[in-house]
């Protein structure tokens, strides 16, 4: 009985360890992804916001693609999905560490 038990502890040790590491992959790829679209709309935020103040210089630099109306327009509608990217990547880490704690508490009540 004992020995069963102890195999039976192992196995879930072996599967935790493998959800750990796909867990692991995927808030990786995650984390990379949000950090790199923040900083995308980052830049375009600012470029549109250039855009606005100095109209004559983004005006020549992107060919008369990027014109003041546009900037403005652009910049308007960009504010809401900025400030979700930056709340996210903020608010990664604390949610972050409930969801750890969560999962960690639920094991726990499912080992005794």
């Not at 979700?84 to 999962?103: E, G, N």
Request: proline fraction near 2%; charge should be positive; glycine fraction near 6%.
């Amino acid at each position: 009985m004992r020995f069963r038990a102890y195999l039976l502890s192992c196995s879930t040790v072996l599967v935790l360890d493998e959800v750990k590491k796909g867990y692991r992959m995927i808030r990786s790829l995650f984390k990379k992804g949000l950090d790199w679209a923040l900083f995308g709309m980052t830049l375009i935020y600012l470029l549109t916001g250039l855009g606005i103040t100095q109209f004559q210089i983004i005006e020549d630099l992107t060919f008369g693609l990027l014109n003041k109306n546009l900037s403005l327009r652009l910049h308007e509608d960009l504010l809401v999905p900025f400030l979700i990217l930056l709340s996210l990547h903020v608010f990664y880490r604390p949610i972050r560490w409930v969801y750890l704690k969560t999962v960690e508490n639920l094991v726990m009540r499912v080992r005794s």
